[in-house]
């Protein structure tokens, strides 16, 4: 029952925008800190982004620091990851996960500490 479903992927050209849905049932995000990852074919996962429970506090990856914007309303249990202007670099297949506790881990590649992950939603960016 406990559940996150990602969505808004899809195939962008480079400079375009997407916005990116991390969406929770059976629990409640209010009290929890949500982080985004992605993985590309032959790379290791890695963190791009967190939110706290309340999205008073935000962490980036160097990479997307600038052109992404994490946040969340709670009223409808989903979180969001604006994504501006994208590079080839950036395509991969994204995921949220939930962090047992309101705040996001020091540092950024802390997929290891998060539990209850999506399925992920592919972002590819091509001319």
């Known amino acids: 029952q406990l559940q996150l479903v990602e969505s808004g992927g899809g195939l962008v050209q480079p400079g375009g925008s997407l916005r990116l849905s991390c969406a929770a049932s059976?629990?409640?995000?209010?009290?929890?800190?949500i982080g985004w990852f992605r993985q590309a074919p032959g790379k290791e996962r890695e963190g791009v982004s967190c939110?706290?429970?309340?999205?008073?506090?935000?962490n980036y990856a160097d990479s997307v620091k600038g052109r992404f914007t994490i946040s969340r309303d709670n009223a409808k249990n989903t979180v969001y990851l604006q994504m501006n202007s994208l590079k080839p670099e950036d395509t991969a297949v994204y995921y949220c996960?939930?962090?047992?506790?309101?705040?996001?881990?020091?540092?950024?590649?802390?997929?290891?500490?998060?539990?209850?992950w999506g399925q992920g939603t592919q972002v590819t960016v091509s001319s």
């Open positions: 996960a939930a962090r047992g506790l309101n705040t996001c881990p020091a540092g950024i590649n802390t997929g290891h500490l998060f539990g209850s």
């Open positions: 059976g629990f409640s995000l209010d009290y929890v800190a």
């Open positions: 939110i706290s429970n309340s999205g008073t506090s935000t």
